[in-house]
Each structure stands twice: as C-alpha cells, then as structure tokens.
C-alpha cells in the first residue's frame, strides 16, 4: 500500500465490464476499502483495487478557488485536522489538513485528495468509478468534473450519480453521453419516473428498502435500470440483497466480498 502521504502510482486490475451487472454482482469499494483506511483517500482506493472492486465509490465537492476534491461531508471536521465548508477553503489550505489520523496514527499525514490525483490513480485499466456528486454544484463546477473525467480517459468506465435529481440535470446538460446514476435514500413514488426522466443507469437505495421492497427492485431491472445498494457491512445480508435483485452492493467490506462472492 501506498505510504502515508507519498505520491501514489496508477494501478491497474483487470478490465470490469461497461455494463453493469454483467457478470455481477459488483463489488463497489464505499469511499474506497474504507475498512482498512480512512475513506475518500488514495491508500483505500489504492486498497480497494487491489481487494477486487469492481467499482470505486467516492464523494466530489469543490473547493473555494475552484477545485474538485474528494470528501464527503460537508465540512472537514470529522475526517481532518481542521474546521469549515469545503466551499469555504481553498486547495491550499485543505493541503495542510491531516486526514488520516484520525482513522489510525498509521495513516497521519495523508492528504484530502483532488479528484484529479484520484483519476490518476484509478486510471485504466482499473475498476470502474461511482462518482458521487455532492450539492451544491453549479453547472461550471459540474463541467470542470465531467471533463477532467473525459481527459484522463475515464468517460466509459464512470457513472457521475448523486441523490440530488437537479445535479444529474446538469450532469446530462454538461455531458449527455456520461452514465448518470440516481441515489435515494428510501424509494418513494418518485422513484421510477426519475430515472425514465433522468435516464440512468442504475438506482442506488439503502439495503433497507431492497429487503423491504423487491417488487421495486425487480421493475427498475425490468426497465434496464441496475439497484446497487448501500451501505451492505452486514455479511448476514449480502444473500438476501442479491437474491432480491440487487446488481451489486455497495460495502466498506471489498475485499471480504470479493472473497465471499469468488
């Protein structure tokens, strides 16, 4: 694994498929291995691919001079050494954030990653991204993402998803050939004409409401859309979620899924 902040290499995996669910299931790393290192950093998407993903999932939300980093609160508090709106701070003032230490004094130094050192590292050949884009996003904002998506050679192998359906509106209007995914937290009666009217891809809910309701699960496959759920940290459940159609499930635990699921 890469050390504690040094400059990470591309990986490489072998290739996963384009569409989803084909073969399945798909063993998406939730911010990355997060199990094993703190999430939306290089060492657990670096961890990630190498534990099997098939997908790696991360949060992108932009700095105040305008660039795309990944993390998934709001503010830093909980994942660094500082305080405030990522919006708030610039690139150079989130550098000398620590944010590792918190997970464990072996990870002290890591940095908040850029999307653009994430790209780097998960270039292909590799597993595929699911790119969660967090609100607010402005369509500038969603364009500088989409494109650096598209430069580093990644527009195939990406689904740019988000729960807000406005940010996927700009997402089509920034870049209508890139796979766009809808989050929920629950499926409510919105739920199917938002991805006819959106056009994704895939429809991730909680592993709640695939338990609960597999009679949904089952028209959105029937109408090409895959359910990919989150967060699935309970083994116990990985058999019932797929057995209830789920396309692949969303975990802490990639490597124990891969595993599991060989």
């Known amino acids: 694994m890469t050390a504690p902040g040094a400059a990470a290499a591309p990986l490489s995996s072998p290739p996963s498929p384009d569409k ?8 998406i790393a939730h911010r ?13 998407f670096a961890a990630a691919v190498r534990g099997g993903a098939t997908f790696v ?47 464990s004094p072996a990870y002290a130094g890591v940095r908040i990653p850029t999307l653009a050192e994430t790209l780097a590292l998960l270039a292909p050949p590799g597993p595929q991204l699911l790119l969660e884009i967090k609100p ?39 870049a209508p050939s890139v796979r766009r995914g809808l989050l929920r937290l629950r499926f409510e009666a919105d739920t199917i004409p938002l991805t006819e009217e959106l056009d994704v891809v895939c429809c991730n ?9 597999p009679a949904t699960v089952a028209e959105l496959a029937g109408r090409g859309v895959a359910v990919m759920p989150w967060t699935a940290n309970d083994r116990t459940e990985w058999p019932a979620l797929l057995a209830a159609g789920a396309a692949g499930l969303i975990t802490d635990h990639v490597a124990e899924l891969t595993g599991w699921s060989s």
């Open 57 to 103: 999932e991360f949060d992108v939300r932009t700095t105040a001079d305008d660039v795309p980093v990944v993390i998934h609160d709001r503010t830093v508090d909980r994942t660094t050494t500082g305080t405030g709106h990522v919006w708030d701070l610039t690139l150079a003032s989130l550098a000398m954030l620590d944010a590792g230490s918190w997970f």
């Open 205 to 213: 809910p909680s592993t709640a409401d695939v338990l609960g309701d």
């Open 20 to 27: 989803i669910g084909e073969p399945g299931p798909h063993r």
């Open 136 to 174: 607010p996003s402005a369509l500038p904002e969603i364009k500088t993402i989409v494109e650096m998506v598209t430069a580093a050679g990644l527009h195939d192998r990406t689904i740019v998803q988000s729960f807000d359906p406005e940010v996927l509106r700009l997402v089509r209007e920034a």
């Open 32 to 44: 990355g291995y997060s199990a094993v290192a703190p999430e939306n950093t290089l060492p657990a």
